[in-house]
């Protein structure tokens, strides 16, 4: 298949460009580089032996992917390019609408216009905001919510493709909810490049195993799970890319608008996370326990069965591979891609 890959460069989408080509895939890369470094293409040159076309552009803006559809005939589109944090949407909130919803907007209908209908969408587990202990693991029928800006822009694009599906026959839509993306490529290329300091776990772990953090905070050991702090579903960053190209396959196949988890089903805690990584350091990692952040839910996991019913995919990477790679990654480069 041709794809177009919108935020290609990022984190999840260098490592679909990478799986992509191993299955035999070609791919042009639309991507305004606002959260990533174009190093990330010479990583996949070097993995792949082959290199993606770049557009570099902005996915909101019509110009740009009108004339890319003219240009060039795409079998589908996989839509990472969006921004992500959390807490970044609770300070610019509009900057998330217009960049996540606005920006989508065009791509969606420039894809219309040019006869693309099959799309492989981005989407999260924030989509279930703060789950409800009962409705664990989450199946996608599970209740929907949204806790922040960022996740309203999830949750309202999923609502606009199931309107847009429901109204026209021509889509095929997956909405692919990803749990708890961790990990890198084995090689030690390609890994995760967060600006400042990271908020997620993985990367905080990562940067204070190279010294350019203190400690780990871990948020919280009086939860009600096993060991006190909050369970979560990672997944390696390449079985969630493999689960793309798992989604690919079918997509045509698959009428109207289907969310779908992609998660490893299983939840693993802070704690059990800090000591797989100490196996793969070698060494203690720096940590303290300290108080919970607010608005954290203490456990949040996928019941995957979907993605294998329909796509014969289900992830084959453990926590320990997570943080193997994850180490390798951020030791093998300590301060990332350096050009960004
Ligand atoms: P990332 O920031 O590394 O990648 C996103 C890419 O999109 C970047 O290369 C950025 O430059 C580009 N981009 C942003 N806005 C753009 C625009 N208007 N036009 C063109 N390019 C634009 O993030 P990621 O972790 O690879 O996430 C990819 C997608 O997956 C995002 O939609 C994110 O919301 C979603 N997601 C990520 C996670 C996670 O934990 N990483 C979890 C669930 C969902
Ligand atoms: N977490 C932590 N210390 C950190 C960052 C995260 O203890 O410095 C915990 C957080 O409370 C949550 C888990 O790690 O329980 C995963 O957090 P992350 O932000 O990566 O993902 P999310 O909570 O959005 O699923």
Redesign the pocket.
Known sequence: MNILI??G?????SHTCVAAYAAGHTMTI???????SPESLNRIETISGKRPRLVV????DRSVVRSLLDSETFDAVIH?????AVGESVAKPWEYYQ?NIA?TLVLLDEMRKHGLYNLVF?????VYGNPDPKNLPLREDAPLAAVSPYGQT?LWLEDIMRAMAAADPNWHILLLR?F??VGAHESGLMG?DPNGIPN?LMPYITQVAIGRLKELTIFGNDYPTRDGTCIRDYIHVCDLAEGHIAALRRVAELPGCTPVNLGSGNGVSVAELVTSFEKALGRPLPHRYGPRRPGDAAACYADASRALELFGWKTKRNADDMCRDAWNWQSKNPQGYHTK
Request: proline fraction near 3%.
């Open positions: 919108t935020g460069a990022g984190y999840i989408g639309l991507d305004d580089l606002s959260n990533s552009g902005d996915i909101g990472f390019a969006g921004f992500k960049n920006g981005s989407s999260s587990a924030t999830k990803y708890n993306p995760e997620n």
